[in-house]
T-cell receptor
Framework: SQQGEEDPQALSIQEGENATMNCSYKTSINNLQWYRQNSGRGLVHLILIRSNEREKHSGRLRVTLDTSKKSSSLLITASRAADTASYFCATDDFGNEKLTFGTGTRLTIIP | GAGVSQSPSNKVTEKGKDVELRCDPISGHTALYWYRQSLGQGLEFLIYFQGNSAPDKSGLPSDRFSAERTGGSVSTLTIQRTQQEDSAVYLC????WGRGESDTQYFGPGTRLTVL
């Protein structure tokens, strides 16, 4: 079963704009990770944020985590055509190493 | 170094046949995970290994599914008597399990299984 919902399900923006995706989850977590998937194949790890962290940056990526609201957001700044992909959040809880994935956001960057 | 590799990349089989899917984790990674991704179910956990043992098999959908890992490295996922609903992309991931804390899981390219 899916742990979380991602919002929006699909997003199309112009190249150069910022893209924001949201993820909500249901249970307490140990950490939350964001992954990118191109063409329905392998997942590429983007960033991991631990439950005691509130914000993390990596290059053009900014992730926030609000454990009180059980939600996270992924911001991609200055988007590029190569950012076109599906983005998934995934959580794991304490003592349970498996990842539970959200439903994903399909991001399309229009050149 | 090399990432997680999976073989075959694509597998087409007839209903009722058995299939074996292989995963080579990143060298030195002690934990190995199998997931599958299908249109109707999204990404679902199947099984995970710590070394050669499988503490969590809760995601295996039926007793037709089994997995093993030998030498703390390569893993094989076997599906017996395949059914059409087994059609999906099967993804393998590995991570370095240190100090009892979970870590980033690195995924392979997946095996696309089509059951006719």
């Amino acid at each position: 079963s899916q742990q979380g919902e991602e919002d929006p399900q699909a997003l199309s923006i112009q190249e150069g704009e910022n893209a924001t995706m949201n993820c909500s989850y249901k249970t307490s977590i140990n950490n939350l990770q964001w992954y990118r998937q191109n063409s329905g194949r392998g997942l590429v790890h983007l960033i991991l944020i631990r439950s005691n962290e509130r914000e993390k940056h990596s290059g053009r990526l900014r992730v926030t985590l609000d454990t009180s609201k059980k939600s996270s957001s992924l911001l991609i700044t200055a988007s590029r055509a190569a950012d076109t992909a599906s983005y998934f959040c995934a959580t794991d809880d304490f003592g349970n190493e498996k990842l539970t994935f959200g439903t994903g956001t399909r991001l399309t960057i229009i050149p | 170094g090399a990432g997680v590799s999976q073989s075959p990349s694509n597998k087409v089989t007839e209903k009722g046949k058995d299939v074996e899917l292989r995963c080579d984790p990143i060298s030195g990674h002690t934990a190995l995970y199998w997931y599958r991704q299908s249109l109707g179910q999204g990404l679902e956990f199947l099984i995970y290994f710590q070394g050669n043992s499988a503490p969590d098999k809760s995601g295996l959908p039926s007793d037709r599914f089994s997995a093993e890992r030998t030498g703390g490295s390569v893993s094989t996922l076997t599906i017996q008597r395949t059914q059409q609903e087994d059609s999906a992309v099967y993804l393998c991931a590995s991570s370095y399990w240190g100090r009892g804390e979970s870590d980033t899981q690195y995924f392979g390219p997946g095996t696309r299984l089509t059951v006719l």
